[in-house]
């Protein structure tokens, strides 16, 4: 045999022993994150490479957001859904705090129980089962949008929480800046009431909507307002910034009747006729309004100057009076029941006022002290109709009217 040829044997008989080395020796890992334990055999003698049982497979763990994506815009609803495993348990936290979620009965996905805040880091840790019922534990974070105050809508809602209101009282949202996509918002905002009373939402603009029942509440009800619209886009580019809940009762059902003709005021409670008031109303040139108002606002005293309703100083009919004791609103545009002693031998024969309703200061004070928000006036008798939006006017359309100015058809 030749040199060269005894050379070649030699290298091929060292390859073989190597190969069985090495197949004598081998150890089955799952590829992949470190945070994913292996299955390597250990103890006594390995199995030839024929037993080797096979890999378990990695947990694969998908989201609708990226691992460490920023900008993610906050009407997210982060999902989590596993393969080749179950979910254990999934935490999401951010500096606010922990972001509710519900893990489905199957345990493979889990849903975000709430939308993103803007401008916040949120860490998400998951643990998941694999099929071999060993643990793994996978880590990630992501950021949303930062949004200023001028892309984000405020809420403010009336009644306030715990108040006791009048039966005609309105639930009033408003939002410091417009809502263009009024559909969406409205699909997240809900009245419910004990007893239950049917119901409709009527924007009266872009900043404001209102909901009130067919008919006037039912004395006694309890009322509950939720406004859900945190991270709800609102349209051009407006998110909700947060979420509100308000809960409130309606109390004695207070019905006060004017007749502008007769110049009386009946006060009618629970159904009761409680007194008939003398009153006086608008004079020619000033006729209070017919229609159904609503009680706004209270004040002990007031003062009221003719300014505010455009008439100046040079006017013969400028007045500015401090302290009108018992002063309860009914317009946004200045109509007002209160104490008028300066008109007393008027009352219950003349329409003297610049459009308010007034008594004298004794029974002022006493519709004052049974009166709230929300109770409602009924004026008849003159020929000049309580405008929709001058107050709380939402009783001066049909119920088949008013539901029309809802934006979900």
Known sequence: MSLRRSRLLAVALTC??????????????????????????????????????????????MSNVEKGATDVPVDTRLTLEAENGTLRTVSVTSPAGDVPGKL?????????????????????????????????????????VDLS?????????????????????????????????KANIEKHLEVTSTPKQPGAWHWISDHEVHWRPKSYWRAGTDVSVDVD??????????????????????????????????HQMQVFSGGKLLRTIPITTGKPGFTTRSGVKVIIEKFRRHRMNSETIGIGKNNPEYYDL????????????????????????????????????????????????????????????????????????????SFATYAKGSALK
Request: with cysteine; charged share 15%.
């Open 16 to 61: 073989a022993v190597a190969t069985t080395l090495a197949g004598c020796n081998s150890e089955t890992e799952t590829p992949g994150a470190a945070d994913e334990p292996g299955t390597a055999q250990s103890g006594g003698s390995s199995p030839s490479a024929e037993e080797t049982e096979p890999a378990v497979p990695s947990v694969k763990l």
């Open 104 to 144: 489905s009965g199957d345990n493979l996905t889990w849903v975000a129980g709430s939308l993103l805040e803007p401008g916040t880091t949120y860490a998400v840790t998951t643990v998941a089962t694999r099929v071999d019922g060993s643990d793994v534990t996978k880590r990630s974070t992501f950021s949303t």
């Open 149 to 181: 105050l001028d892309q984000q809508t405020y809420p403010s809602v009336a009644p306030l929480n715990g108040e006791t209101v009048g039966v005609g009282m309105p639930v009033i949202v408003s939002f410091d800046v417009a809502v263009k996509d």
């Open 229 to 262: 619209i945190n991270s709800i886009p609102a349209g051009a580019g407006i998110y909700g910034q947060e979420d509100r809940h308000v809960e409130f009762h309606v109390g004695t059902a207070n019905v006060y009747k004017v007749n502008a003709q007769t």
């Open 322 to 397: 401090d302290n009108v004791e018992y002063a309860m609103r009914v317009t946004y545009s200045g109509e007002f029941i209160h104490a008028a002693p300066w008109s007393v031998g008027s009352q219950g024969y003349a329409n003297v006022s610049h459009g308010c309703t007034g008594m004298s200061t004794a029974n002022a004070g006493w519709l004052y002290s049974i009166s709230k928000r929300g109770d409602v006036v009924e004026y008849t008798g003159t020929d000049r109709p309580m405008e929709f939006t001058n107050g709380y006017g939402d009783w001066n359309e």
